[in-house]
């Protein structure tokens, strides 16, 4: 289980304020894997994972706003913010970020989610002090300058325009907006030529302002670190740029979400003059901390997981009517989705799909063989160590749970949660799940006659 010790630490300070929080949520063996958290005056939290075996560390600092935290005109703020902190600060010029990390052979970048946004940097252990002073330069001090705005409207653009190009990509938009319509689940994170093109510098400085003060953030840290020092740099870093307004703050909890109206039985059709036709076919999922996620990970992995799936097997190796298929979740704080992806020829769309359907109606009705069950808890068991094999993967899981859930979960605890997984759980929740009317969302050159058909697919 983990381990939930705590004890409070008192850090001299030249501010009369109260002490930061110290606890320690994960005690790993002789240090290695030890998780450490501080809540600092002003609502700023700081979690490390301490790993003394390797030479890197990588920083990273959490946002708790996404695309879902935009109106119907601001679409595409948050992920226009995310390229807007790059272009620099009182401190930095555009390219001096990025040099600064360059020179040291280092690596930086960020991402931009639904309910989130994270800015990272991965360097040598000895780099860690640049790293950390760039990205809270970054984070604190953006100019958002008029004549970057404009400059990066076209980048971003562009990217749009790549996101279309791609239809393997684009259906999973498109499936979003399937599912949940015209709200800020079902758009997609980088927002529209329209709604980007109408974006100003005073909105997103606005927008910037109302989310990225210390209590929407998480500071996270994995590698060859050591806890106290990285809390002084990052206490420094905010201190200096003036970012703690109210020392009595308390940090945002995690997301609570509103109850999102998901559909069923609905079809999106795209026509595009493409090689293949780009299929996702799917239905409502989980919320992020639902309890049968871990049957619900049991279930997708020996659906769509990997080569030995069902769908795999299925389609791919028995029949060679796709080269891609798998399936795949997606949770957020009230709600998820579960889908099947496929790219086939557009003249074997409806078999694809048939194959795909009657295979979900087969488990939703008589479940998984028990060696599929152990099968895939074995896949997901290897799979989740081997993907936290790296301090960038570090940072994001301890960076993320405590984000989102507010809790951080030790590497056992979750190979233990995964092998108490049982048939009858899986039974369970592949009946609620894949029991319910899918939708379909299709990208491709489907005729008038297919796309009919296309509808009978749901029914």
């Known amino acids: 289980m983990t381990s939930r010790s705590s004890k409070v630490t008192a850090r001299p300070s030249s501010e009369a304020r109260a002490v930061a929080r110290?606890?320690?949520?994960?005690?790993?063996?002789?240090?290695?894997?030890?998780?450490?958290?501080?809540?600092?005056?002003?609502?700023?939290?700081?979690?490390?994972?301490?790993?003394?075996?390797?030479?890197?560390?990588?920083?990273?600092?959490?946002?708790?706003?996404?695309?879902?935290?935009?109106?119907?005109?601001?679409?595409?703020?948050?992920?226009?913010?995310?390229?807007?902190?790059?272009?620099?600060t009182q401190k930095r010029s555009a390219l001096d970020i990025s040099s600064a990390l360059d020179a040291v052979g280092?690596?930086?970048?960020?991402?931009?989610?639904?309910?989130?946004?994270?800015?990272?940097?991965?360097?040598?252990?000895?780099?860690?002090?640049?790293?950390?002073?760039?990205?809270?330069?970054?984070?604190?001090?953006?100019?958002?300058?008029?004549e970057d705005v404009d400059v990066e409207r076209g980048a971003i653009l562009e990217e749009i325009a790549m996101t279309e190009d791609d239809p393997g990509d684009c259906v999973h938009d498109l499936f979003a907006h399937t599912m949940f319509g015209d709200n800020a689940l079902g758009r997609p994170?980088?927002?529209?030529?329209?709604?980007?093109?109408?974006?100003?510098?005073?909105?997103?400085?606005?927008?910037?302002?109302?989310?990225?003060?210390?209590?929407?953030?998480?500071?996270?840290?994995?590698?060859?670190?050591?806890?106290?020092?990285?809390?002084?740099?990052v206490r420094a870093a905010f201190e200096k740029a003036g970012a703690f307004k109210n020392p009595d703050a308390r940090p945002v909890g995690p997301r609570d979400g509103s109850r999102t109206i998901r559909t069923s039985g609905k079809v999106e059709l795209l026509g595009r003059k493409t090689e293949q036709a780009h299929v996702v076919l799917g239905m409502p999922g989980l919320a992020r901390a639902d309890d049968r996620r871990w049957a619900m990970g049991v279930l997708n992995t020996a659906l769509g997981g990997g080569m030995s799936s069902r769908l795999f097997q299925e389609v791919r190796e028995k029949r060679g009517l796709a080269y891609s298929v798998y399936s795949y979740t997606s949770g957020f704080a009230d709600c998820g989705l579960f889908g099947v992806y496929a790219g086939c020829r557009p003249s074997q769309v409806h078999d694809v799909?048939?194959?795909?359907?009657?295979?979900?109606?087969?488990?939703?009705?008589?479940?998984?063989?028990?060696?599929?069950?152990?099968?895939?808890?074995?896949?997901?068991?290897?799979?989740?160590?081997l993907g936290l094999e790296d301090t960038g993967a570090l940072m994001n899981r301890i960076g993320k749970s405590e984000l989102c859930w507010?809790?951080?979960?030790?590497?056992?605890?979750?190979?233990?949660?995964?092998?108490?997984?049982?048939?009858?759980?899986?039974?369970?929740?592949?009946?609620?799940?894949?029991?319910?009317?899918?939708?379909?969302?299709?990208?491709?050159p489907l005729k008038d006659k297919q796309a009919a058909r296309l509808h009978d697919a749901v029914a």
């Open 22 to 88: 110290t606890q320690t949520l994960i005690k790993g063996h002789n240090g290695i894997g030890t998780v450490r958290k501080t809540t600092l005056p002003g609502g700023l939290r700081i979690v490390t994972e301490t790993l003394p075996s390797v030479r890197s560390a990588t920083f990273g600092i959490w946002a708790h706003v996404g695309s879902r935290d935009e109106t119907a005109a601001l679409n595409g703020a948050t992920h226009y913010l995310e390229h807007l902190l790059f272009k620099g």
């Open 106 to 146: 280092g690596e930086m970048n960020a991402f931009t989610a639904k309910e989130y946004t994270c800015y990272y940097a991965r360097v040598l252990d000895t780099d860690l002090p640049l790293a950390i002073d760039v990205v809270c330069d970054m984070l604190t001090g953006s100019l958002i300058l008029e």
């Open 189 to 233: 994170v980088l927002g529209s030529v329209d709604t980007v093109n109408a974006l100003t510098a005073d909105r997103i400085r606005r927008f910037y302002k109302k989310h990225y003060d210390p209590t929407h953030l998480v500071v996270a840290c994995a590698g060859n670190i050591d806890h106290n020092k990285v809390v002084r740099q």
């Open 353 to 385: 799909l048939k194959l795909c359907r009657d295979e979900l109606d087969h488990v939703a009705v008589n479940g998984l063989t028990e060696d599929e069950i152990a099968r895939a808890i074995g896949q997901l068991q290897g799979s989740t160590v």
């Open 406 to 444: 507010g809790e951080q979960m030790s590497v056992d605890d979750m190979l233990d949660r995964i092998a108490a997984v049982t048939p009858d759980e899986v039974r369970s929740v592949a009946r609620d799940i894949l029991g319910q009317r899918p939708s379909l969302s299709v990208i491709g």
